[in-house]
């Protein structure tokens, strides 16, 4: 007969959900689609309990077996209690936990080591951690912050296209391809009125490709992520030699053009927020506090 896990991660951002769990000893991984509790919230308890509905599947068990399992919900977009605990009652567990993702990725990246993190993803925080104890900054969305991000990359791309076409930048390679790509300037604007975070990511890649061909569009801004990553660092305390990890899938894009001090501190991370999300939900299993 099956066994039901001992507790339950969830990490879910912008880009996709994961969903995982030990049992006998092997770790079990499932994946949903994008996640963001405070551009979604219907949207994001959906891909959750389809993420729990496959674990359950991959386990063979029913879905009601996981109820009673300990679990800990770390989300993009959890910006208040109150978001929260409507995540908490939108979901089929009688015990969970639900956190933002932060904290998730920092106790992946960092352990429980002193040192800070930048993490660019589809949206972007950063943090500090000293003696276990974590100073977060950002993470505040796609309007009103996440800057470095892959969306606000994808979304800085554009506005310096229409730049171009106002005859305010030089033309680059890049800024023809998404030229040509949205069939016209109006064709921009239409796609920005309405495009997601992870649209608007998506075409992150078509920047850092354009910067590893010294396109100067592309290389600005990069070199601008890059300074908005020093400078928020910085103010929050960080100083040469502090360990620093680059988490999500842009940020390593960012080290070249970050201050030597900054990139000769540079370390690998210790895991995936994944990872985070498994030790942290093993915490609330074992009633550690939040």
Not at 107 to 124: E, P, Q, V
Not at 181 to 190: E, H, K, L, N
Not at 194 to 223: C, H, I, M, N
Request: charged residues 20%.
């Amino acid at each position: 007969m099956s066994t039901a896990p001992e507790f339950i991660a969830v990490d879910g951002g912008g880009t996709r959900c994961r969903v995982a769990c030990f049992v006998a000893g092997e770790r079990h991984v499932v994946e949903a689609g994008s996640a963001n509790a405070s551009t979604d919230i219907a949207g994001t308890l959906a891909e959750v309990r389809s993420g729990l509905q496959r674990l359950a599947s991959d386990l063979g068990i029913s879905v009601d077996a996981l109820r009673p399992v300990p679990a800990f919900v770390g989300l993009a977009g959890v910006m208040s209690p109150e978001i929260a605990d409507s995540i908490a009652r939108g979901l089929p567990l009688d015990r969970v936990r639900v956190q933002d993702d932060r904290p998730a990725s920092v106790r992946a990246a960092l352990g429980s080591a002193d040192g800070a993190t930048a993490h660019c993803g589809t949206g972007s925080f950063f943090a500090i951690q000293r003696a276990g104890a974590i100073r977060l900054s950002g993470g505040w969305g796609s309007v009103l912050g996440d800057q470095a991000s892959a969306q606000w990359l994808g979304r800085k791309a554009l506005l310096t296209t229409l730049d171009v076409a106002d005859s305010l930048r030089q033309e680059t390679g890049l800024s023809a391809a998404l030229l040509a790509r949205f069939g016209s300037t109006a064709g921009i604007v239409a796609f920005a009125a309405k495009a997601s975070p992870a649209e608007f990511g998506a075409l992150a890649p078509l920047v850092t490709a354009a910067a590893a061909g010294d396109d100067a569009l592309a290389r600005d801004l990069l070199r601008t992520g890059a300074d908005h990553i020093s400078r928020t660092l910085t103010a929050m305390g960080w100083i040469p030699g502090l360990p620093i990890c680059l988490t999500g899938g842009l940020a390593g894009q960012y080290r070249d053009d970050l201050p030597e001090a900054m990139r000769n501190s540079v370390i690998a991370a210790k895991g995936e927020p994944i990872d985070g999300a498994l030790s942290l939900a093993q915490d609330f299993a074992q009633g550690v506090p939040a």
